[in-house]
């Protein structure tokens, strides 16, 4: 069946650091794929979206480009803000409508 | 904009005690999901509604049961709480198709004692 698979966390970054957050995937067929933000105490939002190869999802200053020869669709950042500090997950939705995420990653900032 | 509303935001039961879990949202949305999120487990679906009338499992059903009241509405319920189901519960809705993001409530914190 279809999974998301991302880096296990925590991440600690000092402010102004360039960011890598690692997620692949396993899709039959053309799925979307998603990134979204969960800041304390709050539901998820989405970050960016693409829906099909080579697109780049971008907002905020993060970036992820859909990559189907490596099934990846990893998060970027160049620099970093202490308001960064957040959990972040990725997503691909299926042809049933449902979304699959993986299972977050919890990114610390650092003034 | 209120988006997806959940109430309660909190609620403590006891072992064996019922509860309903509201959700509305105003976006027009046909489809709407309920899903509980543990430490390190991520999110997981327990229920969705593809489109009013319709309802089905997710991934983690068992002790929870839904009602797609409306279009605007879908419900969760516990029918007979149990310290398993302690968790943080999300409904989200999103617009017809595959390739369409989901739009979240901000939860609700649920303990079994």
């Known amino acids: 069946g279809n999974s998301v698979t991302q880096m296990e966390g925590p991440v600690t970054l000092s402010e102004e650091a360039f960011l890598t957050i690692n997620c692949t995937y396993t899709?039959?067929?053309?799925?979307?794929l998603f990134w979204y933000v969960q800041y304390p105490g709050e539901g998820l939002q989405l970050l960016l979206k693409?829906?099909?190869?080579?697109d780049k999802g971008s907002n905020k200053g993060f970036e992820a480009t859909y990559r189907k020869e490596t099934t990846s669709f990893h998060l970027e950042k160049g620099s970093v803000q202490v308001s960064d500090s957040a959990v972040y997950f990725c997503?691909?939705?299926?042809?049933?409508?449902?979304?699959?995420f993986g299972k977050g990653t919890r990114l610390h900032i650092l003034p | 904009n209120a988006g997806v509303t959940q109430t309660p935001k909190f609620q403590v039961l006891k072992t064996g005690q019922s509860m309903t879990l509201q959700c509305a949202q105003d976006?027009?949305?046909?489809?709407m999901y309920w899903y509980r999120q543990d430490p390190g487990m991520g999110l997981r679906l327990i229920y969705y509604?593809?489109?009013?009338?319709?309802?089905d499992k997710g991934e983690v059903p068992n002790g929870y049961n839904v009602s797609r009241l409306n279009k605007r509405e879908f419900s969760l319920r516990l029918e007979s709480a149990a310290p398993s189901q302690t968790s943080v519960y999300f409904c989200a809705s999103s617009s017809q198709g595959f390739n369409q993001p989901q739009h979240f409530g901000d939860g609700t914190r649920l303990s079994i004692l």
């Open positions: 509604s593809a489109s009013e009338g319709t309802t």
């Open positions: 997503a691909l939705t299926d042809r049933d409508d449902k979304i699959i």
């Open positions: 899709a039959t067929g053309y799925p979307s």
């Open positions: 693409a829906t099909k190869a080579d």
């Open positions: 976006m027009n949305h046909n489809s």
